[in-house]
Each structure stands twice: as structure tokens, then as C-alpha cells.
């Protein structure tokens, strides 16, 4: 089936997003402020929002007109990012981040926003939502800067499990093909596998497997196979979509962010060192603000959840405001195109036949 699927029409606003206000490192204040500033710029968005109710009218009629689109729901318990999802499972109930899920479990919303305990929300999503059939793993796509002319490429897994199998990793690509061509798009998505050289003859045993079984289903799955790609490749311009297993992509993202950071900051010091290079800072003002909002974490924030059945946004636990409204920017775009179809219609029609995955099997010999 080709990616004509992807292409059907979305409906209209308005859009409904479910908010966990209680998840982030700053407090619901932050969050607040977030979404007030979202619903300023896009007139299509309505939330619900999620957690102790007193608290969040006081914050809620602070900021104007945001009471008129925002309804908001009592949940009292928090989840903490000290929290084991083993217990948040059995004692979350009555947890904001759990009624921000099952506000898109029921169907009032179409996308949650928290951004809380990554390992309890995954672990909730997969609970509350499940899983679409024929998903073994979801992942965490994010958006990375690269050279690409759309600005970015789509990188998965980024930390939603640490193992994955050769299965694993082709419906990664599936998946990541369908988000950029839908939410970047890339009518052919190039998708490359995260390895340690580009030759066919490297790498792990089920990276060597995933390589022949992307190949063979990217013909038929509407996205192009570019092999093999580097560390270098993450922002580069040879693929689009870089498929990895969570550990590995964790890391990569921790440490771009940091270099991000490191980068902003020897800049601050080089043009601190003297009165010349100071001027030279004025001087090239401009140029140094496009560079500060290209590599700002913040304005990209925002993984995906994806093979659920329910789209779920994770921001940053540190987020700021301006953090809070990318990430609910994200996910009122994912609304808009009806993203959470298009990504089930997607992986039904490249659904890897069971007896190719009995043949794949799992390290500990079950299959998959």
C-alpha cells in the first residue's frame, strides 16, 4: 500500500488537548503560562487541563481569555520524577498525568501534553492507550536541527525502552517515515540506521538484520532506505528519519543538548573577552539571535509517543514557558492532521507478516 493512506483529510478545529499540569520541574504555574501563550497564537486550540482544581483556577484566571478555552479537570495526586512507573501503575489513579491520558482514552482530546516522569508516562500510555496492533515497542521521536532544507530530521528511539530487535527497529522506520512525511512533509522520507559505519559488513548482529528487512519493506512503504548512517548523520543531510534503539538515541540527544548549551556558552565568552569583541558582538547582534533560536532545545521541544492508540507529547521536565508552548505548538499540529489515524492506517498497511517475525525471534528465543 502506498502513502496515498497518509494523505486523507483531517478535521477541523477546534482542537482539544489534554495537559498535565503537575508533571514539570517549574510547577503548573510555568505550565499555565505555556499554554496561555499557545492559545494567544493559535484561536483553533481548547484544553483540558489536568490537577488540583483550586490551584489551577487561581493560575488559569491570571492570564486573559485563557478561562474561556481552557476546562479544567481535579486530580490531586502528582507523579514525581523520583517515581517508579511499576508504582505509578498502581497507585496513579487519581494522578494528574493519569486523567490527562484518559481524557484521550475517552476521546474528549486528541493529543496529551505532560511533562512529567518519562518512564511513568510511557508506562501509563501503554496502559491507558495501548499499543497498535501489530507494535511490539513504541518510541520517542523527536525533531533534531540538521542542514536539511525542512530544518530538521525525525530521530527515534530516543529513550521509551533501551532494547529493541531487528523487528523493532523496521516498524521504527515505518513509523518515523510516517511522522516526517506527515509532520514534516517529506512526500518520500529518506530513513537511515543508526550504526557505527556505513559499510553492510559492521555492526551488531540485529542492526545487520533490521538493514535486510528495512530494505526489502521500504519499496512498498512509501520511504526510501539510504542504509547504514553515522553519529554524523543525526544533523546532516543523508536521511531524514535516523532509526536507533532507545539507549543508544538517549544518549545522542543528551549530548547534543549539552554541546548546544556548551556552544551558547563559549560564545557569551568569547565576546566577553574585550572591549573589540565585544563590539564585534554588537555589531553582529542579529546574526547571533537566528543562531541562539536555531539551536535552542527549547523551540524543538516536544517527543513523540509513537504506536499507541492516542498521540502523547513528553516536553522536557525543565521546560519553560516558551519550552511548554513548543511542545503544545507540536502536538495542536499533530491534532491538525489527524496524526494518530494516519500513523495507525500506516503501520496496518506495512504490518510485517507473522512469519517473517517468527523467523526473526527475540534474543531470549521467544518471538516478537
Request: charged letters at 20%.
Amino acid at each position: 500500500m502506498t502513502s496515498s493512506q497518509d494523505q486523507k483529510k483531517a478535521g477541523v478545529g477546534p482542537f482539544v488537548l489534554s495537559i498535565d499540569a503537575m508533571g514539570g520541574d517549574r510547577g503548573p504555574a510555568t505550565v499555565v503560562a505555556g499554554i496561555a501563550d499557545s492559545a494567544v497564537k493559535n484561536p483553533d486550540i481548547r484544553f483540558i487541563l489536568h490537577g488540583p482544581a483550586a490551584e489551577l483556577e487561581k493560575l488559569v484566571a491570571k492570564r486573559k481569555g485563557l478561562a474561556e478555552v481552557c476546562e479544567i479537570r481535579d486530580a490531586t495526586g502528582v507523579v514525581s520524577m523520583d517515581d517508579k512507573p511499576s508504582q505509578v501503575m498502581r497507585n496513579g489513579k487519581n494522578t494528574s498525568m493519569w486523567s490527562a491520558l484518559d481524557s484521550v482514552r475517552n476521546g474528549e482530546a486528541t493529543v496529551a501534553v505532560s511533562c512529567g516522569n518519562t518512564g511513568a508516562l510511557m508506562a501509563l500510555s501503554m496502559i491507558r492507550l495501548r499499543k497498535l496492533p501489530g507494535v511490539n515497542r513504541p518510541a520517542i521521536a523527536i525533531l533534531w536541527p540538521s542542514r536539511n532544507p525542512q530544518g530538521f530530521n525525525v530521530m527515534l528511539d530516543v529513550g521509551a525502552d533501551i532494547r529493541a530487535d531487528a523487528l523493532d527497529l523496521l516498524q521504527y522506520a515505518q513509523m518515523g517515515a510516517s511522522y516526517a512525511r506527515n509532520g514534516l512533509a517529506l512526500k518520500v522520507p529518506r530513513v537511515g540506521l543508526l550504526n557505527v559505519g556505513t559499510e553492510e559488513h559492521k555492526g551488531r548482529s540485529e542492526l545487520k538484520e533490521a538493514h535486510e528487512l528495512i530494505s526489502k519493506a521500504a519499496p512498498g512503504s512509501g520511504f526510501e532506505f539510504v542504509g547504514f548512517v553515522e553519529g554524523g548523520d543525526i544533523p546532516g543531510k543523508r536521511a531524514d528519519v535516523i532509526v536507533t534503539d532507545g539507549f543508544t538515541g538517549n544518549v545522542a540527544l543528551k549530548t547534543g543538548e549539552g554541546t548546544a548549551s556548551l556552544i551558547g556558552d563559549l560564545l557569551k565568552e568569547a565576546f566577553a573577552y574585550s572591549f573589540l569583541s565585544r563590539l564585534a558582538s554588537l555589531l553582529a547582534l542579529t546574526s547571533l539571535r537566528r543562531l541562539k533560536k536555531r539551536i535552542d532545545p527549547r523551540r524543538v521541544n516536544g517527543g513523540v509517543f509513537l504506536g499507541l492508540n492516542g498521540t502523547v507529547v513528553k516536553s522536557h521536565g525543565s521546560a519553560d514557558a516558551t519550552g511548554v508552548s513548543a511542545a503544545v505548538k507540536l502536538a495542536f499540529k499533530l491534532a491538525q492532521i489527524g496524526f494518530t489515524d494516519k500513523l495507525a492506517a500506516r503501520v496496518a498497511s506495512t504490518a510485517v507478516p507473522s512469519h517473517d517475525a517468527d523467523a526473526i525471534g527475540s534474543k531470549d528465543g521467544t518471538t516478537q
